[in-house]
């Protein structure tokens, strides 16, 4: 199937997906095919072993030099 081909490889591509409902739109609009959530989180979760890696957001309040104090002397305990 020319979709699940083309799944693959966006994903293989490292092309991120926030989330599997963005898949199913995306596949919506790309190949006009109505799939479920669960239809696709099955497809990419157990077919293709694909995990969607979206970095949490961080405080623009953080204060950068004691989150580098703490990289470096939390690796040191480790």
């Known amino acids: 199937m020319e979709a ?29 095919l109505q799939l479920t959530y669960a ?3 099955a497809w990419v979760h157990n077919r293709f072993q694909a995990k969607l890696k979206v970095p949490r957001p961080q405080s623009a ?9 703490f990289k470096k002397t939390s690796s040191q305990q480790s």
């Open 4 to 32: 699940l081909a083309g799944l693959k490889e966006r994903l293989e591509k490292g092309v991120a997906f926030k989330s599997y409902g963005e898949i199913v739109e995306w596949l919506k609009k790309e190949y006009n």
């Open 39 to 41: 239809t696709v989180y």
């Open 61 to 69: 309040l953080q204060d950068v030099k004691a989150v580098e104090l």
